[in-house]
């Protein structure tokens, strides 16, 4: 096939690089050089793209693919797998088109398929790491209590596990349904069915044995561990258990975020799945109803406390394709962490820390060597994040290969 020519000032997710030109080989997909366009040749007949600013392939890393409009728990466990695989193919077509070249599914009837399809060039859409399915106690979160269990069980999106050896057993079904990590539960959080309708009602899931009988089985077999933590106690207990992430880290402590700090536990902050939802923002509007969830206390104090200490912040939007959280959209969570960590950052937080979060060592930079996954933009977001709407997109590569094919 040649050579690929992109040019334009170049965040390499480091540094800015005025005037740039990076050289992909596109048969291999790979990054050949990447320097200042006056120091660099490269052959006169190669395919050239230009725009003003080049990033390295965007990384959300807690998305779902639901198939699903309404953001109900009850909508996502009767939703037809197949049906929801199809509805999921436009999602992964808008998440690539809106410069996301990676995700980290967290969760989704037919996930693992999905990313199967990607690989093998079946559908359109970004990389997929897939948990095949999330792993929950039984009548904990994202598990249907007003259905009867058996159904619940043969509906769900999650294996329900108890006890050590349960949790480990839970773990090896997730790995033969062909897991690239394990998704943890460790609290009640936004899904509950409560049968009294009481609302949302936070309370720690899983004991710390059963935790680290998750963690341990899972590194054991090589694969990270992420953990859904609300409020104090889970994410202590996960933290002892000695997971690799934090997905929501509500309730955050200056003592715990020193703790998680110095076990280099990656945090997913997952802002924008509340900012978008009018039913958490009201409690973030009106502090007479008080703050059950903790939406309140996260995008104000947990935000401060994980910026003071440094966390290795990453971007996770937490968006499944519903009404309120439509895939192609995404580039909001950047855009709500760049208020807090601001504009560097907050796109380090989707490139390099989310690559390295998701244990992808050829990723997130733009580097000699990695493979070339770029967005090339017509305006710079390290100016203004808002610069990353798709609407500011000439092309999106990934593996060397530009869509729209003819940008």
């Known amino acids: ?48 793209i230009k725009g003003v600013m080049v990033l390295p392939g965007l990384i ?7 198939g699903t409009r309404e953001y109900s728990l009850m909508s996502w466990v009767s939703v037809p797998e197949t049906l929801a695989a199809l509805r999921s193919v436009r999602d992964l077509r808008s998440l690539l088109y809106s410069g996301f070249t990676t995700v980290r599914d967290m969760g989704s009837k037919g996930g693992a ?27 904990g979160d994202d598990d249907p209590i007003n259905l009867p269990l058996d159904v619940a069980e043969r509906l769900s999106y999650s294996y329900y596990c108890d ?18 990590f394990v998704k943890v539960y460790c609290a009640t959080g936004s899904t509950p069915e409560p049968k009294a309708g009481s609302g949302p009602v936070i309370r720690p899931q899983f004991t710390v044995e059963e935790l680290r009988a998750i963690v341990d089985e899972a590194h054991h077999s090589g694969l990270k561990v992420a953990a859904h933590t609300i409020g104090l106690e889970s994410l202590k207990n996960a933290v002892e258990a000695g997971v690799d992430s934090l997905e929501h880290g509500m309730g955050l402590t200056e003592e715990l975020a020193a703790e998680i700090k110095k076990k280099n536990i990656y945090y997913v902050p997952t802002l924008s799945i509340f900012t978008e939802s009018q039913e958490f923002m009201k409690y973030v509007r009106n502090p007479e109803l008080g703050d059950p969830v903790y939406v309140r206390q996260h995008l104000t104090q947990d935000m ?16 499944g394709g519903t009404l309120n959280a439509e895939h192609g959209k995404n580039y909001k969570e950047i855009l709500n962490l760049s208020r807090f960590i601001g504009n560097i950052e907050a796109l380090r937080a989707a490139t390099v820390n989310a690559a390295e979060c998701l244990g992808l060592e050829r990723l997130g930079q ?42």
């Open 1 to 48: 096939m040649g050579k690929l020519v992109v040019l334009g000032d170049v965040f390499d997710s480091s540094q800015i690089i005025r005037d740039s030109c990076v050289v992909v080989d596109e048969d291999s997909g790979i990054i050949e050089s990447v320097g200042a366009r006056s120091d660099t040749d490269f052959p006169k007949s190669a395919r050239t």
């Open 60 to 66: 959300d890393a807690h998305v779902h693919f639901f």
């Open 113 to 139: 398929h999905l990313a199967r399809a990607v690989r093998e060039g079946v559908i359109e859409g970004p990389r997929v790491l897939s948990c095949a399915k999330s792993l929950g106690q039984t009548g």
């Open 163 to 180: 006890g050590p050896w349960g949790c480990r057993r839970a773990v090896r079904l997730v790995l033969r349904d062909g897991a690239d």
């Open 304 to 319: 401060e406390i994980a910026k003071n200490h440094s966390l290795k912040i990453v971007c996770g939007s937490d968006f």
């Open 366 to 407: 733009i580097k000699e060597g990695f493979l070339a996954d770029m967005v090339v933009l017509s305006a710079d977001p390290t100016i203004n994040v808002e610069n990353l709407s798709p609407d500011k997109i000439i092309c999106v590569i990934k593996d060397g290969v530009v869509y729209p094919q003819n940008p």
